[in-house]
């Protein structure tokens, strides 16, 4: 990777601004928009607390402080809510999970918390015992994002046999589509962002046996525009974020080598805000934490030095699962 | 948090600007504490937290729980009390009982307010397991239908016109919350939580009003669904939505004679994605879209082999009208592709077909002869060699072709029926120097044309 120690400053990756960048979004309680997403707050930590994991700064962030927060927006039901009062939800669940899993602290969902039985009988309630997909909460919303995330949780506390995988694994392939791609319901377009949450619940219980490799990574590799960065679905714009979703999915596949690796890393590092931190969606836009985890991940994935190296199927550091499920990828 | 195409500015504020948000924050803040504290105390048919809700939806429509104590306002205390018992186990949050596995309707309720409205209410229909909140639910209505039928005597009278002054509540204010998400959407058009809301009050309608009356407010949906799609036309939730819309209206009676017929919506939908290519053929959403409706509208219009030959023999010409004018376009070459996979394979062992959710037949033209799938791709290559004249440099013509020589040799037949090995080694040097990018690609195609 010798070329890229040549790459001009600006094309250099800005740890330090990063790392300053996501230690200062708690402190941003005078601005509109920290109110404005709170809804979004255990995930923000999720996201956050990984991408300083990638950057090497784990400590960045005050374990015990975290431990708190997250204990703080968890229900009698086990489910947790983006924040303390908010309602328990997928999405804020599988985040706790991670979160605890990040930072080894499953002992104190025992401890203080309402157990990781509590926690995982939500998730598994949540299933559609008849066509095998998930909820994201009482009111019944269905989607492969929130499969994926059960898969993910579930499996990271070591409870997957509470769902009926088959079933779960049937509706994934309902989900496909002729493009080798997957929707977010069957009957859906391919979407990168479905793909990876199919890929990877597929990847979690071993069942990748359907999935048309070629004729996907065909599609995800078309993904990559001249600039260099990838798009979501055909005709549609590059976006950072899609530097995960899609090639987290080529990784599952093996196919990654099927785009091209310094063009995607010049486009994300001209997303960077060098000054301030953090990544942008496109070059030269406002940065957030998901953009700048994403960011981070796809470069992460390509083997950009200095990174720690990141589990495509879990979005979670390798040392991370390799500790918790005990393989080696 | 998550900001898309919002341009970076200098993140210094001025006092003044500062000062601004520290107002505005005061009154989000206030708003949400007051909301709180309401549903501490389960307060939810207190009308005040519904017109707190209006206000802090309006300034944050992605604030998820704040939808959700919209409903439970609804559920308690908005709704005619006939239709409260309806939905009483969701009354209150984070019940921990399964929403997929028990009837809901049936649980005992958590919430006092709503228990009492339901003692009063008509006998509340189990909905069916696995009832999503968005799935139309059969025997409610049918049930309602029931409940609103004709009077025996005098008390019976009365009690019919109370019934039809709580239906037409109901109406009133499901209409008003309808239409209160209206300008959210078209403000956040892929705010899922919108989306999900919308759902909910039709599938309330379903639920709780006269099954003609729950149509027509489905009828309503699937126009402004259409509204939603010609503002962005591949907008992926508006999609999923409009698919959603269709199977319940196809699901439900659509007489109000209370016929049990029911009617496809295979060939309006398989129409709507013409006239979608035809304002803009980019738009790979329709293209799927007609992949998915084509096997269900051949196999309602009962076509025999004939006629599904016929069928895919219109649809590679029209993708190929497209072609001649944007050969670059990847939307017309995957739907291209899709009427070529239906030539290329049989599904033999039916192993793709499940694959793609197509069911076991899966295919277009199941039984075409071998000669008639020759003569479909030796006509394909040659039309689309003739590109080449116009499009030399277009790198997506020299993978079809290479894709298409492949399948053919895939089939059993030797690729020299239609082209030499030099003219694909040349394709694929073109590749390379038209798309480096994808390198590492061609350097696997390459070893997999040599293995051949």
């Not at chain 1, 596949?253 to 969606?281: M, N, P, V, Y």
């Not at chain 2, 059969?138 to 239906?167: L, M, R, Y």
């Not at chain 2, 082209?419 to 694929?428: H, K, P, R």
Request: charged share 30%; hydrophobic share 35%; net charge negative.
């Amino acid at each position: 990777m010798a070329q890229l120690q040549n790459l001009p400053d600006e094309l250099q990756l800005a740890t330090a601004a990063h790392v300053q960048y996501i230690q200062s979004l708690d402190s941003r309680k005078d601005e509109y928009e920290y109110w404005l997403t709170e809804h979004l707050r255990l995930n923000g930590v999720y996201w956050g607390l990984t991408a300083l994991h990638l950057l090497k700064k784990p400590e960045a962030l005050p374990r015990d402080a975290t431990i708190d927060y997250v204990l703080s927006c968890q229900h009698e039901n086990g489910g947790f809510g983006a924040a303390p009062g908010h309602d328990a939800h997928m999405l804020y669940t599988v985040s706790a999970v991670q979160i605890l899993a990040l930072i080894d602290a499953f002992d104190e969902l025992e401890k203080r918390g309402k157990g990781k039985a509590v926690v995982a009988k939500f998730i598994a309630d949540l299933q559609n015992r008849e066509t095998g997909t998930f909820a994201g909460d009482e009111w019944g919303e269905e989607d492969t994002r929130f499969l994926y995330g059960a898969f993910n949780a579930l499996s990271l506390m070591g409870l997957l046999h509470l769902v009926d995988v088959d079933k779960a694994v049937d509706h994934i392939k309902a989900c496909a589509n002729f493009d080798g791609g997957y929707g977010l319901t069957p009957g859906a377009e391919s979407h990168s962002g479905q793909i990876f949450t199919c890929l990877a619940a597929l990847s979690i219980v071993g069942r990748m046996e359907s999935v048309e490799a070629d004729k996907l990574g065909k599609w995800l590799s078309e993904r990559q525009l001249p600039n260099g960065g990838l798009n979501g679905r055909p005709e549609k714009q590059e976006d950072v974020c899609y530097s995960w979703w899609v090639l987290s999915s080529l990784a599952m596949i093996d196919r990654t080598h099927w785009i091209d690796r310094d063009a995607l890393f010049g486009f994300i590092l001209r997303c960077q805000d060098t000054e301030k931190g953090g990544i942008s969606d496109r070059p030269g836009n406002m940065v957030d934490v998901w953009h700048t985890l994403f960011g981070l991940t796809g470069l992460s994935l390509l083997g950009y030095p200095g990174l720690d190296a990141i589990d495509p199927v879990y979005c979670l550091p390798k040392s991370t699962t390799e500790r918790i499920l005990g393989y080696k990828k | 948090m998550a900001s898309h195409g919002i341009a970076r500015t200098n993140r210094n504020r001025t006092e003044e600007q500062r000062q601004q948000d520290l107002d505005r924050i005061k009154k989000y803040r206030d708003l949400d504490d007051q909301i709180q504290n309401h549903v501490r105390q389960s307060a939810y048919d207190d009308p005040a937290l519904f017109h707190l809700t209006t206000k802090i939806l309006r300034l944050n429509p992605e604030y998820y729980t704040i939808w959700n104590v919209r409903r439970r306002c609804l559920i308690s205390g908005s709704l005619s009390k006939r239709s409260a018992g309806l939905w009483r186990s969701k009354a209150s949050p984070n019940t921990s009982r399964s929403v997929t596995t028990k009837p809901s309707c049936v649980d005992s309720s958590p919430s006092p307010s709503a228990a009492t409205r339901a003692d009063r209410a008509t006998s509340p229909s189990p909905k069916k397991t696995g009832g999503s909140g968005t799935t139309p639910d059969e025997s409610g209505k049918q049930e309602q239908e029931e409940n609103t039928a004709k009077p025996v005597g005098d008390d019976e009278g009365k009690k019919d016109k109370d019934e039809a002054d709580e239906i037409a509540t109901d109406i009133s204010l499901i209409r008003s919350e309808l239409a209160f998400t209206i300008p959210l959407l078209i403000e956040f058009p892929k705010c899922y939580w919108i989306w999900g809301y919308r759902s909910f009050l039709l599938s309330l309608c379903d639920s709780i009003l006269p099954a003609a009356v729950a149509r027509e407010f489905w009828v309503a949906e699937l126009a402004l669904d259409s509204k939603m799609l010609t503002k962005d036309r591949r907008n992926f939730h508006a999609w999923t939505y409009r698919r959603f819309i269709v199977s319940a209206l196809e699901s439900t009676k659509n007489d109000s004679s209370g016929g049990e017929s029911t009617k496809s919506m295979t060939e309006s939908e398989f129409a709507y994605t013409y006239s979608m290519i035809k304002v803009d053929l980019s738009n790979f959403s329709a293209w799927h879209n007609r992949s998915k409706l084509a096997l269900r509208l051949l196999d309602e219009r009962g076509a025999d082999d004939a006629a599904r030959k016929e069928f895919l023999d219109q649809e590679l010409e029209l993708a190929r009208e497209g072609l001649n004018v944007g050969p670059e376009d990847q939307s017309l070459w995957y739907y291209h592709q899709f009427l070529m996979d239906q030539i290329t394979t049989r599904g033999e062992g039916k192993e793709d077909d499940v694959k793609h959710g197509e069911g076991v037949k899966g295919l277009i033209a199941p039984n075409l002869s071998l000669a008639d799938r020759r003569e479909f791709i030796d006509r394909e290559v040659a039309e689309i060699k003739d590109l080449l004249e116009d499009y030399a440099d277009v790198k997506l013509i020299y993978e079809a072709l290479l894709e298409y020589t492949m399948a053919y040799q895939a089939m059993g037949e030797s690729s020299e029926d239609i082209v030499n090995e030099d003219e694909m080694m040349a394709w694929l040097a073109k590749l390379r120097e038209l798309d480096p990018l994808r390198q590492g690609r061609w350097d696997d195609l390459e070893k997999s044309l040599k293995s051949i």
